[in-house]
């Protein structure tokens, strides 16, 4: 990441050694020579994101200090508690004080130091995006994005080891997403080797060190989740399922958000061979096809840099409907969940996690699909399978939000009574890849599967708080004064319960008396504990249980966060539910979930909030963003189960199994339920 990459193995070669034309280096404008072209080196679009110059008015305005004042972890964060205070130690407000007063070469180099800052926090819900830099998701519009055709997996060995290997599935991925690049890698591959013989092979080093160094340190930069084995597990291919069906997650080694790296070098063991060979793979930069395209650097900016319609918040007195279509649109860019109705999101609290690795539409190859026919039910990010054994049920979800709230939370009541009419008498529920979603979605899986008791009723979730800063509290007081003109407001008391879960009243000043604490040695303040929000449901939930949590088991990769998290959690913590972590090092605890919060929002929201009350002009009011760019944040956290005074955001969630991937379990979803069933339930 030009001077920023110094934790990283990666090659960062030279302009001319990635293969930059001389054409493209004599011509003044670097833009230029990549505009309206499809493929180019991540050099050539590195050169031109650093030919736009620092502009200190844009400088100031991306440092997000102001908005931070409503995220509930600032003061956490310093220092995280054990057993995360090696993986959360950053002081954001002093960084973002050290990064106003740097000077930095171009303004590339600055959006870098700012992203990984706020990376650094390893909370999925506090970042900071710029869609001018940072890809977007596909169905939306995107710069470049850097591929290799070799995504790694990490396998168990005979011998019981567990080595780094090229994905056996990465040509079958390779030929079908990028079919008019395949020639291109070939041809840079030794005449003896074609890229379909990499597929499998055991890696021994990547740019001449150990695998895991490499591993490790993307661990360090690629931020999200608190744990540390789920950051490593980032690095390896994966699968989700999307809305649209099973898709195949590249993982942090064969897909990059920013041009930053040209090249890589691996020593590898070709399949049933003991020859050692060094190959060198060029990444390879593809603009997205319904981006907004450009033809100089002008264009580039214009088209891509700039806020849009969306990027900051409205007033709710005086905006037109489409202007919150546009908001709820642009801040939905980046969130792990499918894109849902303007009205849901209006009206259905989410948690979702945020990242600039978009949620891909590449294809799981069609042999690891599961091939039986979904059962009644699946619709979507909820699938239902019987396995062959004619006990166990399984639960695939992919998100927690669907573009309907009814439609999924109807779903997963018929799927679940379905599988028990069956004769499902154990569930897999595998959440791999689930970045959350609805917060009550969460509260009612729990609540359905385990039946009526103690952990899921009145609350199905957890208590919460949120931050009780000076502006948050004068936005309350314009609510109740009338500012709120749809009930709508976050700050509306009408919105919450107390902590004994009665209803709070209509107008009352919910954070009047803020509770004071010391964090890492700095005053703090937040809300009154907030109770349960879920209850009654919309939907009658079942009289008894449909499974017995302890005949339950949940699993992913790690990377279950936000309202998957609340979901996990209660019913592990509390109910006694089985977690599994699929893939990951041995050697390193497994955190089952990650990137707890309790509620997640972004800065057009807070936005929103601030001008409606008439607060915009408040010396503490963060200003409008000028760039095309979005801040997410916490906005509550919610209060541990077994340490309730504290969150749980920093409560220890290591898995039950690690289960090692093999050859033929790798990327299989039902050789992994499957295995499930064997090893753990």
């Known amino acids: 990441m030009g001077l920023l990459v110094v934790a990283t193995s990666f090659s960062y070669t030279t302009a001319a050694s990635s293969g930059i034309s001389q054409e493209v280096l ?25 030919s736009f110059p620092v502009d200190p008015k844009l400088k100031a305005n991306a440092i997000v200090n102001k908005t931070l004042a409503f995220h509930t972890s600032v003061n956490y964060q310093v220092k995280a508690p054990e057993p995360f205070s090696s993986d959360v130690h950053e002081d954001l407000i002093g960084d973002l004080a050290r990064i106003s007063k740097q000077s930095y070469a171009s303004d590339f180099d600055l959006h870098v130091d700012l992203s990984r800052t706020l990376k650094r926090l390893n909370d999925g819900h506090c970042v900071y995006i710029n869609y001018c830099y940072d890809c977007l998701t596909n169905d ?3 710069l470049f994005i850097s591929y290799l055709p070799t995504p790694l997996v990490l396998l168990n060995d005979g011998d019981g080891a567990q080595n780094v290997h090229i994905a056996p599935e990465a040509f079958t991925v390779a030929a079908e997403e990028f079919p008019d690049q395949i020639d291109y890698w070939e041809g840079v591959l030794p005449e003896h080797l074609t890229l379909s013989a990499l597929s499998g092979v055991k ?19 690629t931020g999200g989740y608190t744990g540390y084995g789920t950051r490593q597990n980032s690095f390896f291919s994966s699968y989700q399922l999307t809305d649209d069906g099973w898709n195949y997650v590249m993982g942090n080694f064969a897909q990059q958000s920013l041009p930053l790296y040209d090249s890589v070098n691996l020593t590898i063991i070709p399949v049933n061979s003991s020859e050692v060979l060094t190959i060198n793979l060029p990444y390879r930069a593809r603009f997205g096809s319904t981006s907004v395209n450009f033809t100089d650097s002008a264009s580039l900016w214009e088209n891509n840099c700039l806020a849009t319609n969306g990027t900051n918040g409205v007033d709710l007195h005086s905006s037109p409907e489409a202007a919150l279509s546009d908001m709820f649109t642009v801040a939905g860019k980046f969130e792990q969940q499918p894109r849902i109705s303007v009205g849901d999101a209006r009206k259905h609290r989410t948690n979702v996690y945020m990242d600039v690795q978009p ?33 166990t049920g399984v639960l695939a979800l992919g998100s927690f939000s669907a573009p309907s709230f009814d439609e999924l939370q109807t779903s997963l009541i ?34 359905i599967i385990s039946g009526p008791r103690s952990s899921t009723v009145p609350q199905a979730g957890l208590d919460t708080t949120t931050r009780a800063g000076p502006l948050a509290r004068l936005i309350v007081k314009q609510v109740i004064s009338g500012a709120d003109v749809n009930a709508s407001s976050s700050y509306n008391s009408a919105q919450w319960t107390f902590a004994n879960h009665s209803r709070m009243p209509e107008a009352y000043d919910w954070m009047a008396s803020p509770e004071k604490t010391l964090i890492n040695g700095r005053e703090d303040a937040f809300s009154q ?17 449909l499974f017995d949590p302890k005949k339950v088991a949940i699993v992913s990769n790690g990377r279950c966060g936000s309202s998957c998290s609340l979901f996990s959690i209660t019913m592990a913590k509390e109910d006694g539910a089985k977690t599994v972590v699929v893939g990951g090092n041995k050697k390193v605890p497994q955190q089952y979930c990650g990137t707890v919060g309790g509620q997640s929002t972004r800065f057009p929201y807070i936005d929103t909030e601030i001008k409606t009350a008439g607060l915009k002009n408040h010396s503490l009011a963060p200003p409008d963003f000028i760039t095309n760019s979005v801040q997410g944040i916490t906005w509550r ?31 299989n979803p039902v050789a992994i339920w499957e295995a499930v069933v064997t090893e753990v339930l």
């Open 529 to 545: 504990r907030l109770g349960q929000e879920c209850q009654p449901f919309d939907m009658r939930p079942p009289a008894e249980a």
């Open 359 to 391: 949620q891909t539409d590449v294809d799981l190859p069609e042999v690891l699909k599961p091939g039986k026919k979904p059962l009644n039910g699946s619709q979507g990010v909820a699938q239902f399978y019987m396995l062959d054994d004619g006990i």
């Open 140 to 142: 939306l519009s995107t």
């Open 203 to 221: 890696v021994l080093l990547i740019d001449g060190t150990d695998p895991f160094e490499t591993v490790n340190a993307n661990a360090a930069i």
């Open 637 to 667: 956290l919610g209060f541990g189960i077994w340490n309730a005074n504290e969150p749980e955001e920093w409560q220890s969630h290591p898995a039950d199994y690690n289960l090692l991937l093999t050859n033929v379990t790798v990327n």
């Open 26 to 50: 004599s011509i003044g404008d670097p833009c230029a020579g990549i505009g309206r072209k499809k493929w180019v080196f991540p050099g050539e679009v590195r050169r031109c994101f650093k």
């Open 414 to 447: 018929v799927g679940l009574t379905g599988l028990k009419s069956l004769g499902a008498t154990q569930l897999v529920v595998d959440v791999t890849n689930n970045g959350g979603g609805f917060i009550c979605i969460a509260h009612w899986l729990h609540r």
